[in-house]
């Protein structure tokens, strides 16, 4: 089986690798170049764990075949800190206790961020509707939504 060589763009950092027809973004991510933060899940879409951004775009890295990435812009939850700062929803996440198993939050993370991105000022429907993909099994999700609009208004403050 041949190989293709994939030159993309994750969390701002042009990369390079090897995939094979088959192989999984997610897979790829967490395998063979180490970010380990996106968590397989289901395998199957349904869960939302592995979430991260193609072209700005929500997906899951489980459905996506790595070799679909080859030019575009991938952002994974490493990507979403900048350095040794949190982003406002990290913080907010641990502040508010809005995580458990830890799990689900990469993705909630990812999904949440490209929210505020596309609307800074989500109301509470619009949060829950946004992270309908994402299941969480252990802290339902009231700290969750909390913790975004939270998030929104130090986002909005700054």
Aim: aromatic share 4%.
């Amino acid at each position: 089986m041949s190989k293709h060589h994939i030159s993309t763009t994750i969390n701002g950092e042009p990369v390079e690798f090897l995939c094979d027809t088959a192989q999984t973004l997610l897979d790829v991510l967490r395998d063979e170049l180490g970010l380990t933060g996106s968590k397989e899940g289901c395998g199957s879409g349904d869960c939302g764990a592995c979430s991260v951004l193609v072209e700005g775009r929500l997906v899951c890295a489980c459905l996506v075949l790595a070799a679909e990435v080859d030019r575009c812009a991938v952002e994974t939850i490493e990507g979403v800190a900048q350095g040794n700062a949190l982003h406002p929803l990290q913080q907010v996440f641990l502040n508010e206790a809005a995580l458990q198993c830890g799990i689900c939050t990469p993705g909630i993370i990812v999904a949440a961020k490209a929210l505020l991105e596309k609307n800074p000022d989500p109301d509470e429907e619009e949060i829950r509707f946004w992270l309908a993909g994402n299941l969480c099994r252990c802290t339902g999700y009231d700290k969750i939504v909390r913790a975004v609009q939270q998030a929104a208004l130090v986002m909005r403050s700054a």
